[in-house]
């Protein structure tokens, strides 16, 4: 059998990992600014992560959500704390898709409305109304076509108010920084107007904090840069540092009821022990700060850089839009200096490294792009 062939593949295959650095199978060696798309949050490998699942692997792998599952509980205790959201409730599934198609129904359940709000440009993941809240109709089957979501532009609050008013919404959906789309802010003026609307017009705020959440940006959650609260946060990526998890952070107003949600694999003993070794490693080795730190130090020492036209991002959700005839610089970095990175489209490259990476990396990393732009 083969591969139903979906994604165009670099001719690198990783075979092991440890921190910031990646090996491939012949030997070479790579330092990793993509953490896998975002996912790599504490490292790969790290020692207290390994333990924690090798140990778990060992006692029990999975049981069904029929029984009583106590790691779920301390997932929840540990990121209510780390979150600042402790009186909101958690329901775990397994992917960043997930989350948000969970997140959808429980607002159109919650407040009986069937209409979503979503942004130009943004991306919520692929399954059915994630990938009909995500502004690309090329990966958009005639089967997920539906009435039911608008787009609007992003920081225009002028235009949400003038669909919402239209009447019937169930939830407005942002993500926390635009990731995807090439990492796009919202402004503190309009996250906060949304906020202001959301609650005129009687719809839910859903936060995707699926790709900026979990430290990445110098917050637990982007959105905490502009102190405004959402009624459901989803999460995912980070989450587990690459053991498949998302999980949906849900407001107190918000009352569950039996069989309103459901998952078979969601909130399993491997995935949750994943995610609580993240929690405690972002902890104890202060990897919020570490991530706004870098952050600082790659902002000042790209400014003014002659290859890049824009910087945008906050923390360690970086785009850097590059001047015209430096396109092509991804693959020089891959290629030439090994060091992997993501991209938007061929002109912007983003830095999503593991919130573990020093500042010699960093350092290291200003210094192969200086040299291949000189
Ligand atoms: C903001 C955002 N939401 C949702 C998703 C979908 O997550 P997953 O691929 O885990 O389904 C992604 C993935 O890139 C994302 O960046």
Same mark, same amino acid.
């Given at each position: ?203 839910? *705020?859903? @936060?995707? $904090?699926?790709?900026? =959440? ?5 917050? /637990?959650?982007? #959105?905490?840069?502009? !102190? ?91 785009? *850097?839009? @590059?001047? $015209?005839?430096?396109? =092509? ?5 891959? /290629?030439?200096? #090994?060091?992997?990175? !993501? ?32």
């Amino acid at each position: 059998m083969n591969l139903f062939d979906v994604y165009p593949l670099w001719d690198i295959e990783p075979v092991k990992g440890l921190d910031t650095t990646l090996w491939d199978k012949n030997g070479e060696v790579y330092t990793d600014l993509y953490g896998g798309h975002a996912v790599i949050s504490v490292g790969h490998c790290h020692p207290y992560y390994v333990q924690m699942l090798s140990e778990q692997l060992g006692k029990l792998g999975f049981y069904s959500n029929a029984v009583q599952n106590s790691l779920q509980k301390e997932l929840a205790t540990k990121l209510g704390r780390v979150s600042g959201y402790d009186d909101y409730a958690l329901f775990l599934c397994n992917s960043g898709a997930e989350a948000n198609e969970n997140a959808l129904k429980v607002a159109s359940f919650h407040t009986g409305k069937a209409k979503v709000l979503a942004f130009r440009k943004a991306f919520h993941g692929r399954t059915s109304g994630a990938v009909a809240a995500t502004d690309n109709p090329k990966i958009q089957a005639p089967f997920n076509a539906t009435q039911n979501i608008v787009f609007a532009p992003l920081n225009d609050l002028e235009a949400v108010d003038t669909e919402l008013s239209r009447g019937g919404f169930a939830a407005v959906i942002i993500e926390g920084i635009q990731g995807v789309a090439g990492i796009y802010e919202p402004t503190n003026e309009f996250i906060n107007g949304l906020r202001t609307l959301c609650d005129k017009y009687g719809c839910l *705020l859903i @936060l995707d $904090e699926i790709q900026s =959440g979990y430290g990445r940006t110098g917050k /637990f959650f982007a #959105h905490q840069h502009y !102190g405004v609260r959402a009624d459901i946060v989803t999460t995912a990526k980070g989450m587990a540092n690459g053991f498949p998890i998302g999980g949906v952070l849900i407001s107190p107003e918000i009352k569950p009821g039996y069989g309103m949600l459901g998952t078979t694999f969601g909130g399993n003993h491997l995935a949750c022990t994943a995610a609580i070794a993240v929690l405690d490693i972002i902890e104890k080795e202060n990897l919020v700060e570490n991530a706004a730190k870098i952050g600082e130090y790659f902002k000042e020492a790209f400014a003014g850089d002659p290859a890049v036209k824009e910087y945008r991002g906050k923390g360690l959700m970086i785009g *850097l839009e @590059l001047n $015209e005839e430096y396109v =092509g610089l991804r693959n020089k970095l891959l /290629f030439e200096k #090994h060091f992997f990175t !993501g991209a938007a489209g061929a002109g912007v490259i983003r830095l999503l490294p593991s919130l573990t990476i020093s500042q010699e990396t960093a350092e290291s990393f200003v210094a192969a792009w200086r040299e291949l732009t000189k």
